[in-house]
């Protein structure tokens, strides 16, 4: 059974015996992908096609809107066939969070418009930013990137300076 949701382009939330279908082919390339180090990009494409990184994206841009506990059984199912697969999937879902905080513009940017984005990131403020006219210069360099070989947005933390070396206060 699949778990209905008014979700963009039709797609339901997977459910956990749907995904027990996916994992049979997980172990079967988990070899592959313990060699490649990443996904391969034929199962992240599996993967988006589920709706599962949509999990926690709000209805208003196409996402399922779910709560946490079902988002984590959906990642335990996939985290038992094979745990990078799992891991990628919790770093899409989880960065798809920020979805509900961002400017309307901006989350209908990333999660609206195709209902197969993945992103990815972490919100460690590694780099640094500057206010310019229009918006922030940011520059860094970031420790890891989990799951970002198939995402379309990536995100980096940055502290916004005033002044170079001087942090600002929160830009609104």
Known sequence: PVVESSAGAG???????????????????????EQERRLPAD????LAETGIFRTFVPRCYGGHQRHLLEGLELIEELSYWDSAAGWCAMIGM????????????????????NPTTVTGGTAEPRGSARLVDGGLVASGRWAWGSGTWHCQWIGGGCRVEAEAGQESERPQ
Not at 12 to 26: D, F, I, M, N, Q
Not at 43 to 46: F, R, T
Not at 94 to 113: C, D, F, M, N, W
Request: aromatic share 4%; net charge positive.
């Open 43 to 46: 199962i992240a494409d599996i």
């Open 94 to 113: 989880s960065t798809a969070l920020q979805s509900a905080y961002l400017p309307e513009e901006h989350a209908r940017r990333i999660y609206g418009e």
């Open 11 to 33: 797609r339901p939330l997977p459910s956990v015996e749907s995904l027990r279908a996916l994992g049979r082919t997980l172990v079967s390339r988990s070899r592959e992908i």
